[in-house]
Structures are given as C-alpha cells and as structure tokens.
C-alpha cells in the first residue's frame, strides 16, 4: 500500500508512523504488508523496517502532490491501496483488501457530502490501467489554478466502483447528513475517515480517538515454533494436550464443526513459526519433543521429520514404544507400509508455501497423503531417535470407530496419486 507525506497543511512524519503502525499491528496474516511512503522530505530511498520512504519528486502544492500515485514511476508498485494519512485504522486493513475481486478496477470512496461523487481518501489504483494513464495524460495538459485535485480527477475519469457499495464499515468522522460527529465507533467499523479538520491528534477529546493515538503496540516475540491443536469435539483430553505444548511455542487451538484437516487449514495463516506441528486433542507432546525435533531437522538439513511414539492404553496400564521400521522412508517404502507416525511429525513452513496444506476430503489418510506429496515434490525426511509424542488408544478413536472397508478404499486412491 502507498501513502504520500507532503510536510506542512497540518501533517508530518508522525502521521505516517502513526498509521503505519496501526496497519502493521492490526495485520493478521503472518505476512506483513508492504507500505510504501513518498515523502518530499526524503533525498534517497529509506527501508526503516516497518515502511519504506521514496523522495517525492514533485512540487505540486497541497494535496496536488498525490498525482504521484497516477505517474509513470508509481507503476512498479501498482496494484495498491493508496491510503490517507487522516484515516484510522480501526480493523485490519485485509477486510478491505478482500473487497477487492478484480484488481483491474479503479476504485474510490463515494464523497460522504455529495452523491455520486469520488473522492480519494482510499484508492485501489489497478497496474497497467488505461484510467491511470488517461489521468496523468490529462494531467500533463491541465494548469493548476486553485482548484481541488479531487474536482479535476472527477471531470476526467468515473471510479469502477465506490468502497460504500461494497462494505458498510468505512464511516466518516465529520458531521454529515444531520449525523453528529463520530464519537463513538459502530462495531462493524475497519475505517474512519477524518479528511480535513481536525486532524487526528487534533481530535484526542474523543475517547476513541485518544486510545487510537495513545495505543502502544509491543512488539510481539515471534516464535520459532507453531503448534496447532485441530478438532472437532474434545474428547475429554484436550486440556492435558495443551499442557504438553510449551509455553515458549505459538499454540493455535482450533475448533470446528470440520474434519481435522479443515480445522487445521483454517488456522495455517496465523502461525509464525519457522517450524509447525499439529497435535491432535486426544495425544500428547513428550516435553522434550520441541527441542529435539528443531535441533535434528537444523543438524540433519531436512524438511520434516519424524521420531518414536509412546502409545498409551487409556484404562489399562499398556504402554507400548513405537519406534520406525524404516528411519528415511521413499515413496516407494510408505506405498508399502506406512512407517511415520502421526504424532512425531514436524514440518517446515516452507512445506505449506510451496505445496498448500492438508486434503480435507480425505477422512482417514490426511497426513499419509500429505507425507507422500512432500516426498514427491523433493522435500527430506529425516529422523529423530528420540520419542517425541505420546499417542493416545482409545473406544472413540476415528480409527476404531471408522470402517476399514473406508479406510482401505482411501488409501488405495491416495496410492493411486503416487505409484
């Protein structure tokens, strides 16, 4: 996304900061956005982590420096979302993004005072647009001579949609319409609006407002390691599973009406770690199945890995050691007998980039698929000889309870994928 900072009218460095770290903190994708700001205070370009600053190479006066965003040198970043620095953002900035199902489309706001008319407080500005081109064309022959940059833009090109006709969430914080100003914040809000006086740190009276600007956000910790408890129902050991995960991994508990593989998949975006592990809600982590997995996939140079299980007889005293019959299976070694167990596996993020998640069509051979589509598209095995995990045996388990006609059936469809 692309802001523009031109010193003077009321703005200046703090203002960029000041969105730029609500946008940031409010992201709820593990990718962070990349923001980009011209700024005519700016002699070269600047990467301060959490933006970039571009010289900003007009001298248009006022908000006529904003015709940066329609010029040839913006195009290497186009698509984007052009920001103004008077906006709050109160929810994430993805709700917006989302709107956007066909990024060919010039969007703008609809002018809170004037219907049917544009305005350029937030722009999807499209790449390679033959409107971008027309406006700065347009632009070339035109003398500035007063007049506001959002009369000439709405005599020389037509939005393809305003922002209100596809959400009720962007409000505006000045009285229109016989509405009082916004001192309070409906619950389906994502933007406010203040275009023009007051600013935003001229308006702290206002509660919300004061909290906005007054939010310190620290900087979260990001773990080295993700584990995601899956499922649909606990079964009576869900508390004992997250007592097994330690307290410096991200743990992601996700509950849902799906199979596994859906729950688990819903969730993938929201984990940080370099390494991730799901955990089913019925089993257990050994306490030291982290530190051992981690060190064996950095020392071994592989992308996942798998260890010995401990299995448990829930009502019985058994315990039985599961230890791999094969320590680096092939293709062709897991077409033949399945030698991973569930619950030592741990994988590389890199996996889910390049491969996506788990099938969730599947019902029985989730990870056994998934372990097989690592393999053929080239990611490593290794081992870890430690016992990683404590497997849970018990009446109401998926595989006591399901048919082994079905079971049989999808693993025969799922080798099928591989032979």
Sequence with gaps: MVLVLKNGKGFSFRDVKLIAKHINAKWKSANKPRII??????????????????????????TWSRMVLYSPEAEQFRPFLYVDLDTAIIQSLENIFDLIEDPSMFITLEDFYQTGRMATGLVWVPADSSKVRSIWDKWGRFQIKGSRMDYFLRRVVTPDAFWQDLTDSIHDFKPSKGRPRLNELPDNTDLVCFHGKPRIYNATEVPWIKRYVETDFKPSVKKKVTVIIPYKKDRGWLQEAIDSVPKDVQLIVSQGEGNWPQNFNKVLDQAEGEYIKYLHEDDMLTENCIRDSVRAMEE????????????????????????????????????????????????????????????????????????????????????????????????????????????????????????
């Design 300 to 419: 071994q140079g592989v992308d996942f890995i798998h260890g010995n299980a401990l299995e448990i007889y829930q009502g019985t005293d058994k315990e039985v050691m599961k230890s791999p019959a094969i320590e680096l299976p092939t293709i062709p070694d897991l077409l033949k007998k399945n030698v991973i167990h569930s619950v030592t596996i741990m994988y590389h993020r890199r996996i889910f980039e390049k491969i996506g998640s788990f099938d969730e069509t599947l019902t029985m051979c989730e990870e056994y698929e998934f372990n097989l589509r690592c393999l053929y598209n080239g990611f490593k095995i290794g081992y870890c000889p430690s016992v990683l995990g404590i497997y849970r045996r018990h009446p109401k388990q998926k595989i006591r309870m399901a048919s082994e006609t079905h079971h049989i059936k999808e693993k025969e469809m799922v080798n099928s994928r591989y032979i």
């Design 37 to 62: 700001c011209f700024w005519d205070k700016a002699e070269e370009y600047y990467d301060l982590g959490n933006f970039e600053l571009y010289p900003l190479k007009n001298n248009y006066p006022g």
